[in-house]
């Protein structure tokens, strides 16, 4: 038997998978039951685009649920002891400065459930955050990216 994929996440992360679990089947897949009837009742389904949308979107619902379930499911919250340290690690922000130039950029290194790049949460497996694991301030790391390689100093890690 295969071992399911372990989620690592804070707690805070959790809570918000399991509010956004509870949205989608209290008031979400409700909703798209009734886009459905409605949809029924305009007569041909074969031709009918309002019941083709309604059931795409039935089935984007109903796949969220299930991979937000196994994630809730699978989840391993870091501890605040994980957390502490000088050694930049999942649940930790790190600040960094692109070397020649200086651009600083922080982000906080989550599990890829809570990762989300617009709010400074990069996934752990994320080729940024993966360089930085393990590394302390002063560190001077090359960082694999798409766009090519990325020469970073370790300023601050909170």
Known sequence: MATEKVFPMTQAGKEKLEQELEYLKSVKRKEVVERIKIAR???DLSENSEYDSAKE???FVEGRI???ENMIRNAKIIQEEEMAGDIVGLGRSVTFVELPDGDEETYTIV???EADPFEGK???DSPIAKSLMGRTVGDEVTVQT???EMNVRIVSIK
């Open 111 to 113: 599990g890829s459930a």
């Open 66 to 68: 299930t991979t937000l």
């Open 146 to 148: 798409p766009g090519g």
């Open 122 to 124: 990069i996934s752990n």
């Open 41 to 43: 009742s305009f007569g």
């Open 57 to 59: 979107e039935q089935a």
